[in-house]
């Protein structure tokens, strides 16, 4: 069975500063991988898929990640945040084959501090 | 654009209620989900289905059951509601059996049992 670990549950950092939040995974088979953002008093949204082919994926709000499959790593950045982009912040993978089950990181909530 | 509706965004019922959740997509996905949210534990995967009439059960599916009667509803059971079952509850819906789609979600339901 896969499992996801995401680092840090809390990153606190200052307007227009760069930011990674770390995801790692466990599987014994092949997996897509997912960042998904969570606003406050919302439902998840997709940032970012990574299903095959480039290492890096760009994904919305200038957000981007990168898969290595050494290091079973799917980490997330962004070169400069905004206010805006406080929210909590969810790493999930799922198997190539068998059922379409999504299994989900802890969550790390983000704060931009101005 | 999707859209998964849930019914209510916040729910208070007492403790032995039987307790039922609505959530509804517009885009005719042949999957839907019942996830819980719970703070530093992530999302968790209470019940899935693939089709009408059909459900399997996710990793916490005890004190819970489901109902798919048509494509588009997904409806979550608490059979007799508990203070542990005191959550944010979160519906979603993907379009295909392939782990590579990315799931919809809806808005939440932040349920407390008294």
């Known amino acids: 069975a896969q499992s996801v670990t995401q680092l840090d549950s809390q990153v606190p950092v200052f307007e227009e500063a760069p930011v990674e939040l770390r995801c790692n995974y466990s599987?014994?088979?092949?997996?897509?991988l997912f960042w998904y953002v969570q606003y406050p008093n919302q439902g998840l949204q997709l940032l970012l898929k990574?299903?095959?082919?480039?290492?890096l994926v760009k994904g919305i709000n200038g957000f981007e990640a990168e898969f290595n499959k050494s290091q079973t790593s799917f980490h997330l950045r962004k070169p400069s945040v905004h206010i805006s982009d406080t929210a909590e912040y969810f790493c999930?993978?799922?198997?190539?084959?068998?059922?379409?089950?999504?299994?989900f990181g802890q969550g790390t909530r983000l704060t931009i501090n101005p | 654009d999707v859209k998964v509706t849930q019914s209510s965004r916040y729910l208070v019922k007492r403790t032995g209620e039987k307790v039922f959740l609505e959530c509804v997509q517009d885009?005719?996905?042949?999957?839907m989900f019942w996830y819980r949210q719970d703070p530093g534990l992530g999302l968790r995967l209470i019940y899935f289905?693939?089709?009408?009439?059909?459900?399997e059960k996710g990793d916490i599916p005890e004190g819970y059951s489901v109902s798919r009667e048509k494509k588009e509803r997904f409806s979550l059971i608490l059979e007799s509601a508990s203070t542990n079952q005191t959550s944010m509850y979160l519906c979603?819906?993907?379009?295909?059996?392939?782990?590579?789609?990315?799931?919809?979600f809806g808005d939440g339901t932040r349920l407390s049992i008294l």
């Open positions: 979603a819906s993907s379009s295909d059996r392939i782990g590579n789609q990315p799931q919809h």
């Open positions: 599987s014994s088979v092949s997996v897509y």
């Open positions: 990574y299903l095959s082919g480039s290492t």
């Open positions: 999930a993978v799922s198997e190539l084959q068998g059922a379409q089950k999504l299994v």
């Open positions: 885009m005719d996905h042949e999957n």
């Open positions: 289905s693939y089709d009408v009439k059909m459900k």
